[in-house]
């Protein structure tokens, strides 16, 4: 049995009118994410920490951008992809922690259910993920409200 960590990031632009999804979930905005899939860059994030901790790449490797059977897919759907992955080499996931950093619209409302949504997508108890939202105090691209950003960590057990 050994230990792994992975780390992961993301960061996508924000779009006037377009659909914002976060942590798998729709949240009220009158800006979405702009990507090749939804644009969910927590979810990106978590999977990249994922791929990083089971030595399998990176999202990029696994779903190109290039790839049209990835046009506007939801990443809740990449996530479970890797998730079969992870569960194929026998990997248990431990504990993922995270980090959601936008300046607008305020999130806080919105992690009870996310955590909800992605500690079902992980297959981990509720308590074994943390979801923190923070702001950029109005530094930068995410301080201008043209992006959002996200860091991600995971902790599994090879079996
Ligand atoms: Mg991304």
């Not at 992809?81 to 305020?106: A, Q």
């Not at 909800?116 to 930068?140: C, F, H, M, V």
């Amino acid at each position: 049995m050994s230990l792994k960590s992975g780390l992961g990031y993301d960061i996508h632009r924000l779009k006037e009118g377009k659909k914002l999804y976060l942590g798998g979930i729709q949240i009220l905005s009158s800006k979405g994410l702009v990507g090749h899939s939804d644009g969910d860059c927590l979810i990106h994030a978590i999977i990249d920490a994922l791929l990083g901790a089971a030595g399998e790449g990176d999202i990029g490797q696994w779903f190109p951008p290039t790839d049209p059977r990835y046009k506007d897919v939801r990443s809740s759907q990449l996530l479970k992809e890797v998730m079969r992955r992870i569960e194929e080499r026998g990997i248990e996931i431990l504990h993922v922690d995270t980090i959601i950093i936008t300046e607008k619209p305020k999130l806080f409302s919105y992690i009870p259910r996310m955590k909800e949504t992605l500690a079902s997508l992980l297959q981990i108890r509720p308590e074994d993920l943390g979801i923190k939202a923070k702001t950029n105090e109005g530094l930068g691209a995410v301080g201008r409200e043209e992006a959002v950003a996200a860091w991600a960590t995971a902790l599994v057990r090879q079996k």
